[in-house]
């Protein structure tokens, strides 16, 4: 192949002044800038581009756009190698690499295609059929070689190393399309004061106009309506953009390529929000193949992608060309090609044909058999004659070239992604967008206005209305015309049923015998057609072949196109790549990451850091132990020894102040709270409304109208939420308000026998002793000029004071503690020792408070008396909930020396079958070191008695141990150590 | 993406709310020990193809509870109040608030 042997010699609107190096396979060859990969290939006379999903047939390219299904191709290596790029749609850059897929050992030689012989084990329904049902174990076996044998090509498995965006953009105007029909109504929004944005997939605007002869009406109409555009402060012209999904409210999804962003430092793809008042829809059409023999071959072209290479790209893709059609437009494809140089036959399926393009198609000497249609093609690599079947009989004709047009699909997908069915309409025999939604319009083809006069006037009157829609309403200028264009309409019918491997899908390898095939199955239903014979699944998602299908099976059926209906269109358009959409919320930034006031010094002082919810948290700190097992013991001892210093600082905080703020707490709290006296704190258990449990926590009366609420870590924001609602909606009678300030206080926890020691001689001004600060006792004060509180609460089971601190002084405090603590042996720990110490206290947590439990459950029912009028009150009530044999809360001792028990183990009664769900699970689990042996919390039913042995089965970790069944208290039950 | 326009902040995205549920249900009375009552609150919903009146919290916002209207089946709104202001038509609270039909 010589280097640009099938380029005109003139025309185009590709810069011959700017050559470009790029290879295919290896090969180097040249293009033009204005190029696309497609056309640059063509030019240079390659013609096999791919090998077949799952014959491994030859394939070349069939389209000039989004709806390729042959020619898809991989770009990049390593990081940045992206598979199934449609070749018509990547603008040629210097340099680019691109590799063809789905061949092996090489392009040409294709062992595989011998997958072609054994086609009819391949047909529509053959996955199902062989390996579903008795031969399942068939499919194992077998899986591996037709994975490799059927597909695509390979995504990457290396990390991406390039950077993409998401941002949101807003518009008054939104058109997606810029045709002639978007650009009129860019035109007309514009002059009406709205914002656009102009939406076009190609790195050109013009749509259909850019395949008109280069110097023609049209492309002078282009130039105009581009500079008027450019001309306007607020019009944003997004080309290489595609609009990929429609989402409620005027919201559009977009995906802009940078095929050369490397070079120029920018984003890869980028993922626009746009947020539009209006939506204009003028995306166009799609052409419809034909269904014949062979009608795969490479060579075979859309009549109008053949006339685009032609004009746009001045490619002349064969010198001896067959158009085969059933309407007028393809006729414009063979003229130009004449006129281009090359010798045409024209067939047209119609016995009737208009006088005027008869007369010039003689006056260019081009061959017309009208009510004749290709029957088969000859040829494997490259066609090489159509056989054509009319009235007057069959007769062969050499070709290198066959271009086919079966009508036009208006291109419904995105008005439809909605739900919004597409509706057919008899007299473009296609879907046109069902009824759009308030601030949505369609205009040119998709709504059926097929030429490009229709185009400019539906495009100039939706323009007109989008902006008025916005109320944008400055008076609009005349639309400007297009004479020549005005063509005269189309008639489409179907052609008549194919013998042969004849193509629907192409890209999935769908035939016209795998539709026969499925409805004399009983699939009829297009849903059940697509998953059977998996047609319309590809990453073309049936662009050109869902007509084609429809139109088959409808005819099968004995059925109207309405009543055989459409497939369901879901976003993307085309497909997305994921790092498009991720944009930089990758890796680290995938979420955001809350610190509290003391993470540094965490980090400074060989933290061990955990994940909880968004927050980091100290896990253990590496200074107590080698790994997390020793360091939770050893930091365990300090505490209930000498003294620990925890950060606390994640528990969820809130103020809550006003006159009616206990009777909100006293509602809210299943104990009571009304007569808890100013100073003093008490531990209290939230419901939901349907009488589970919610939360837990401590509130303080700081005031007669003032308290301080913590909850649990992780529902912090729901508790918050949930006082918000019940004042705003339910009691909208009580005087309180309630404030989040988690974020406002550092916190900290010294527990541990010498923990009073440790805060005297931190805070010498305070008066820390048991008469004036008494457990669950509060006293306030100041450090570093912020406020100070106190509290003396104890969740190890020690003598321990929560100390809060305005937090731009939380790492002064804990530094001050450190430092008077270590004389008293004060050491800090983590996560993983604070749920140990829980533990071995019985204290409930996250894993026992599961969304499933009831404060009976949890052992706290005694909390709440004969109380009532408190939320989930009264359907805590409800029979189920009451039932004697539910899993209540237990305490296990492990049995069995030098063994373990994990969180998560199914518990079983002696002797029962160790199937199915047991009689409970054990929810946490640590080692006691007071105790000398592994010990755990668990939910068990009611019917195994204290005093029991069961047996905890941890399957994944196939683990069987037994353990004691004991009260959850394993320390310190009579609570003599908070005061020690 | 639904776009709710706040009564305190503007049109803004639903992503800067929580969903809080039916708010054509009526609580009962927080001492109001009728298990029925409570059952009916907590569990039974009409879930209309149309018009639904619902509970949106402006949580990265202002914080307030809103009473949106909104039709399931598209998404658009109809209305958007203060839950804490409700409309003077608005019966009193023990009664449950006046729901447009189904559209
Ligand atoms: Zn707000």
Same mark, same amino acid.
């Not at chain 2, 658009?76 to 189904?102: C, D, E, F, G, Y």
């Given at each position: 192949?010589?280097?640009?042997?099938? =380029?005109?010699a003139?025309?185009?609107?590709?810069d011959r002044?700017?050559? !470009?190096?790029?290879?295919?396979?290896?090969?180097?060859?040249?293009?033009?800038?204005?190029?696309?990969?497609?056309?640059?290939?063509?030019?240079?006379?390659?013609?096999?581009?791919?090998?077949?999903?799952?014959?491994?047939?030859?394939r070349?390219?069939?389209?000039?756009?989004?709806?390729?299904?042959?020619?898809?191709?991989?770009?990049?290596?390593?990081?940045?190698?992206?598979?199934?790029?449609?070749?018509?749609?990547?603008?040629?850059?210097?340099?680019?690499?691109?590799?063809?897929?789905?061949? @092996?050992?090489?392009?040409?030689?294709?062992?595989q295609?011998?997958n072609?012989?054994?086609?009819?084990?391949l047909?529509?329904?053959?996955y199902y059929?062989?390996?579903?049902?008795?031969?399942?174990?068939a499919?194992?076996?077998?899986?591996?070689?037709?994975?490799?044998?059927?597909?695509?090509?390979?995504?990457?498995?290396?990390?991406?190393?390039? =950077?993409y965006?998401?941002?949101?953009?807003?518009?008054?105007?939104?058109?997606?399309?810029?045709?002639?029909?978007?650009?009129?109504?860019?035109?007309a929004?514009?002059?009406?004061?709205?914002?656009?944005?102009?939406?076009?997939?190609?790195?050109?605007? %013009?749509?259909?106009?850019?395949?008109?002869? #280069?110097?023609?009406?049209?492309?002078?109409?282009?130039?105009?309506?581009?500079?008027?555009?450019e001309?306007?402060?607020?019009?944003?012209?997004?080309?290489?953009?595609?609009?990929?999904?429609?989402?409620?409210?005027?919201?559009?999804?977009?995906?802009?390529?940078?095929?050369?962003?490397?070079?120029?430092?920018?984003?890869?793809?980028?993922?626009?929000?746009?947020r539009?008042?209006?939506?204009?829809?003028?995306?166009?059409?799609?052409?419809?193949?034909?269904?014949?023999?062979?009608?795969?071959?490479?060579?075979v072209?859309?009549?109008?992608?053949?006339?685009?290479?032609?004009?746009?790209?001045?490619?002349?893709?064969?010198?001896?060309?067959?158009?085969?059609?059933?309407?007028?437009?393809?006729?414009?494809?063979?003229?130009?090609l004449?006129?281009?140089?090359?010798?045409?036959?024209?067939?047209?399926?119609?016995?009737?044909?208009?006088?005027?393009?008869?007369?010039?198609?003689?006056?260019?000497?081009?061959?017309?058999?009208?009510g004749?249609h290709?029957?088969?093609?000859?040829?494997?690599?490259?066609?090489?004659?159509?056989?054509?079947?009319?009235?007057?009989?069959?007769?062969?004709?050499?070709?290198? !070239?066959?271009?086919?047009?079966?009508?036009?699909?208006p291109?419904?997908?995105?008005?439809?992604?909605?739900?919004?069915?597409?509706?057919?309409?008899?007299?473009? +025999?296609?879907?046109?967008?069902?009824?759009?939604?308030?601030?949505?319009?369609?205009?040119?083809?998709?709504?059926?206005?097929?030429?490009?006069?229709?185009?400019?006037?539906?495009?100039?009157?939706?323009?007109?209305?989008?902006?008025?829609?916005?109320?944008?309403?400055?008076?609009?200028?005349?639309?400007?015309?297009?004479?020549?264009?005005?063509l005269?309409?189309?008639?489409?019918?179907?052609?008549?049923?194919?013998? %042969?491997?004849?193509?629907?899908?192409?890209?999935?390898?769908?035939?016209?015998?795998?539709?026969?095939?499925?409805?004399?199955?009983g699939?009829?239903?297009?849903?059940?057609?697509?998953?059977?014979?998996?047609?319309?699944?590809?990453? +073309?998602?049936?662009?050109?072949?869902?007509?084609?299908?429809?139109?088959a099976?409808?005819?099968?059926?004995?059925?109207?196109?309405?009543?055989?209906?459409?497939?369901?269109?879901?976003?993307?358009?085309?497909?997305?790549?994921?790092?498009?959409?991720?944009?930089?919320?990758?890796?680290?930034?995938f979420?955001?990451?809350?610190?509290?006031?003391?993470?540094? @010094?965490?980090?400074?002082?060989?933290?061990?850091?955990?994940?909880?919810?968004?927050?980091?948290r #100290?896990?253990?700190?590496?200074?107590?132990?080698?790994?997390?097992?020793?360091?939770?013991?050893a930091?365990?001892?300090?505490?209930r020894?000498?003294?620990g210093?925890?950060?606390?600082?994640?528990?969820?905080?809130?103020?809550?102040?006003?006159?009616?703020?206990?009777?909100?707490?006293?509602?809210?709290?299943?104990?009571?709270?009304?007569?808890?006296p100013?100073?003093?704190?008490?531990? %209290?258990?939230m419901?939901?409304?349907?009488?589970?449990?919610?939360?837990?926590?401590?509130?303080?009366?700081?005031?007669e109208?003032?308290?301080?609420?913590?909850?649990?870590?992780?529902?912090?924001?729901d508790?918050?939420?949930?006082?918000?609602?019940?004042? +705003?909606?339910?009691?909208?009678?009580?005087?309180?308000?309630?404030?989040?300030?988690?974020?406002?206080?550092?916190?900290?926890?010294?527990?541990?026998p010498?923990?009073?020691?440790?805060l005297?001689?931190a805070?010498?001004?305070?008066?820390?002793?048991n008469?004036?600060?008494p457990?669950?006792?509060v006293?306030?004060?100041?450090?570093?000029?912020?406020?100070?509180?106190i509290?003396?609460?104890s969740?190890?089971?020690?003598?321990?004071?929560?100390?809060?601190?305005?937090?731009?002084?939380?790492?002064?405090?804990?530094?001050?503690?450190?430092?008077?603590?270590?004389?008293?042996?004060?050491r800090?720990?983590?996560?993983?020792?604070?749920g140990a110490?829980?533990?071995?206290?019985?204290?409930?947590?996250?894993?026992?408070?599961?969304?499933?439990?009831?404060?009976?459950?949890?052992?706290?029912?005694r909390?709440?008396?004969?109380?009532?009028?408190?939320?989930?009150?009264?359907?805590?009530?409800?029979?189920?909930?009451?039932?004697?044999?539910?899993?209540r809360?237990?305490g296990?001792?492990?049995?069995?020396?030098?063994?373990r028990?994990?969180?998560?183990?199914?518990?079983?009664?002696q002797?029962?079958?160790?199937?199915g769900?047991?009689r409970?699970?054990?929810?946490?689990?640590?080692?006691s #070191?007071?105790?000398?042996?592994?010990?755990?919390?668990?939910?068990?039913?009611?019917?195994?008695?204290?005093?029991?042995?069961?047996?905890?089965?941890?399957?994944?970790?196939?683990?069987?141990? =037994?353990?004691?069944?004991?009260?959850?208290?394993?320390?310190?039950?009579? %609570?003599? =150590?908070?005061?020690? | 993406?639904?776009?709710?326009d706040?009564?305190?902040?503007?049109?803004?995205? &639903?992503?800067?709310?929580?969903?809080?549920?039916?708010?054509? $249900?009526?609580?009962?009375?927080?001492?109001?020990s009728?298990?029925e009552?409570?059952?009916r609150?907590?569990?039974?919903?009409?879930?209309?193809?149309?018009?639904?009146?619902? &509970?949106?919290?402006? $949580?990265?916002?202002?914080?307030?509870?809103?009473? $949106?209207?909104?039709?399931?089946?598209?998404?658009?709104?109809?209305?958007?109040?203060?839950?804490?202001?409700p409309?003077?038509?608005?019966?009193?609270?023990?009664k449950?608030?006046?729901?447009?039909?189904?559209?």
């Amino acid at each position: 192949m010589s280097s640009n042997s099938k =380029r005109l010699a003139e025309g185009g609107r590709i810069d011959r002044g700017r050559p !470009l190096e790029f290879s295919f396979d290896g090969s180097k060859l040249t293009g033009f800038q204005g190029d696309t990969l497609a056309s640059a290939l063509l030019a240079n006379g390659v013609s096999l581009v791919g090998r077949s999903f799952k014959y491994h047939r030859p394939r070349g390219i069939f389209s000039a756009g989004a709806e390729e299904p042959n020619a898809l191709v991989t770009l990049g290596t390593g990081g940045r190698r992206e598979p199934n790029l449609p070749a018509t749609m990547l603008e040629l850059a210097d340099g680019m690499g691109a590799e063809s897929q789905n061949r @092996w050992p090489s392009l040409a030689f294709d062992v595989q295609s011998l997958n072609s012989l054994f086609a009819p084990f391949l047909s529509a329904g053959f996955y199902y059929k062989t390996f579903m049902g008795p031969t399942r174990r068939a499919w194992m076996f077998y899986e591996h070689f037709i994975r490799k044998a059927a597909g695509l090509g390979k995504a990457a498995i290396e990390p991406d190393p390039d =950077r993409y965006e998401v941002r949101h953009a807003f518009a008054d105007v939104a058109i997606v399309g810029g045709g002639p029909a978007g650009l009129s109504a860019a035109r007309a929004a514009a002059n009406a004061g709205a914002r656009v944005a102009l939406i076009e997939q190609d790195f050109e605007f %013009g749509g259909q106009i850019l395949s008109e002869r #280069p110097g023609s009406e049209a492309a002078a109409w282009l130039q105009a309506v581009e500079a008027e555009l450019e001309g306007f402060g607020d019009v944003s012209l997004m080309a290489r953009t595609t609009a990929v999904g429609l989402y409620d409210g005027n919201v559009l999804g977009l995906v802009e390529r940078r095929d050369d962003a490397q070079a120029v430092g920018q984003a890869r793809q980028a993922f626009t929000i746009l947020r539009a008042g209006a939506i204009v829809f003028a995306g166009g059409a799609i052409e419809r193949p034909l269904v014949f023999s062979n009608n795969d071959r490479p060579g075979v072209m859309l009549a109008s992608a053949v006339r685009t290479y032609v004009n746009r790209f001045a490619v002349l893709p064969g010198r001896k060309a067959v158009v085969a059609t059933t309407n007028d437009g393809a006729w414009r494809t063979a003229f130009d090609l004449a006129a281009a140089g090359a010798q045409v036959t024209l067939a047209d399926l119609r016995a009737t044909l208009a006088p005027a393009l008869q007369a010039e198609a003689s006056r260019l000497g081009i061959a017309v058999h009208a009510g004749t249609h290709i029957a088969d093609l000859r040829g494997g690599r490259a066609v090489m004659a159509a056989r054509l079947a009319g009235a007057g009989g069959e007769t062969e004709v050499d070709c290198d !070239l066959v271009c086919v047009s079966g009508g036009w699909s208006p291109t419904v997908h995105l008005t439809s992604q909605l739900g919004v069915k597409p509706v057919y309409r008899e007299d473009i +025999d296609g879907f046109v967008p069902g009824p759009f939604a308030a601030g949505q319009f369609g205009a040119g083809s998709v709504v059926g206005g097929f030429t490009t006069a229709e185009a400019i006037e539906t495009g100039h009157r939706a323009g007109i209305g989008a902006a008025s829609y916005c109320g944008k309403t400055k008076p609009v200028p005349a639309a400007l015309e297009l004479q020549s264009a005005k063509l005269p309409a189309a008639a489409f019918r179907n052609i008549p049923a194919a013998r %042969g491997k004849a193509f629907v899908d192409i890209q999935m390898d769908v035939t016209a015998g795998d539709i026969a095939l499925a409805h004399r199955e009983g699939y009829e239903s297009v849903e059940h057609l697509k998953r059977y014979t998996t047609l319309g699944m590809g990453t +073309d998602q049936g662009k050109t072949s869902n007509f084609p299908a429809l139109s088959a099976m409808a005819a099968l059926r004995g059925a109207t196109i309405p009543e055989t209906g459409t497939t369901t269109f879901r976003p993307p358009y085309t497909p997305v790549a994921i790092g498009a959409l991720a944009g930089r919320a990758i890796g680290r930034h995938f979420k955001p990451i809350r610190r509290t006031p003391m993470h540094d @010094w965490h980090i400074a002082n060989g933290a061990d850091m955990l994940e909880v919810g968004l927050w980091m948290r #100290p896990y253990f700190y590496r200074g107590a132990g080698r790994d997390v097992n020793e360091a939770y013991v050893a930091e365990m001892r300090f505490v209930r020894e000498a003294a620990g210093l925890m950060d606390i600082s994640t528990l969820g905080k809130i103020d809550v102040q006003g006159p009616d703020a206990a009777t909100l707490l006293d509602r809210v709290y299943a104990n009571g709270f009304a007569k808890l006296p100013v100073g003093r704190a008490r531990y %209290g258990v939230m419901l939901r409304d349907d009488g589970i449990v919610f939360d837990d926590g401590t509130t303080t009366r700081l005031g007669e109208q003032r308290f301080f609420m913590t909850t649990s870590t992780a529902k912090a924001a729901d508790v918050t939420s949930r006082l918000e609602f019940l004042l +705003d909606t339910a009691w909208r009678d009580l005087r309180v308000a309630v404030s989040s300030v988690t974020d406002e206080w550092a916190a900290m926890s010294v527990a541990g026998p010498r923990s009073r020691q440790v805060l005297a001689a931190a805070f010498p001004a305070l008066d820390l002793s048991n008469e004036a600060l008494p457990h669950m006792g509060v006293i306030e004060g100041e450090f570093d000029g912020r406020a100070l509180r106190i509290i003396r609460l104890s969740y190890s089971g020690e003598r321990a004071y929560e100390v809060y601190v305005g937090a731009s002084a939380g790492e002064a405090a804990w530094g001050r503690l450190v430092e008077v603590g270590e004389p008293f042996g004060l050491r800090p720990y983590g996560v993983e020792a604070l749920g140990a110490l829980r533990v071995e206290k019985g204290h409930v947590a996250g894993p026992e408070i599961d969304g499933r439990t009831t404060l009976d459950d949890l052992g706290l029912g005694r909390m709440v008396g004969k109380r009532s009028g408190f939320v989930g009150d009264v359907l805590r009530r409800r029979p189920a909930l009451g039932e004697p044999n539910r899993q209540r809360l237990v305490g296990l001792k492990c049995l069995e020396a030098g063994k373990r028990l994990s969180g998560g183990a199914i518990l079983f009664k002696q002797g029962q079958t160790r199937q199915g769900h047991g009689r409970g699970r054990i929810t946490s689990v640590t080692y006691s #070191p007071t105790l000398g042996a592994y010990v755990g919390l668990a939910l068990l039913a009611g019917d195994v008695a204290m005093g029991e042995e069961v047996v905890a089965v941890h399957r994944m970790k196939n683990e069987a141990v =037994r353990a004691h069944v004991v009260s959850p208290v394993f320390l310190d039950p009579e %609570g003599e =150590r908070l005061h020690g | 993406m639904l776009r709710i326009d706040c009564p305190c902040c503007g049109p803004r995205d &639903h992503d800067e709310f929580r969903y809080g549920g039916d708010a054509s $249900v009526t609580r009962p009375a927080h001492d109001d020990s009728d298990f029925e009552a409570w059952y009916r609150y907590v569990f039974v919903r009409k879930n209309p193809a149309g018009a639904h009146r619902e &509970h949106w919290q402006h $949580v990265l916002g202002c914080r307030q509870w809103l009473i $949106v209207e909104r039709d399931t089946r598209n998404h658009a709104i109809a209305s958007v109040a203060l839950a804490r202001k409700p409309p003077t038509k608005q019966p009193p609270t023990n009664k449950s608030p006046a729901r447009k039909p189904s559209r």
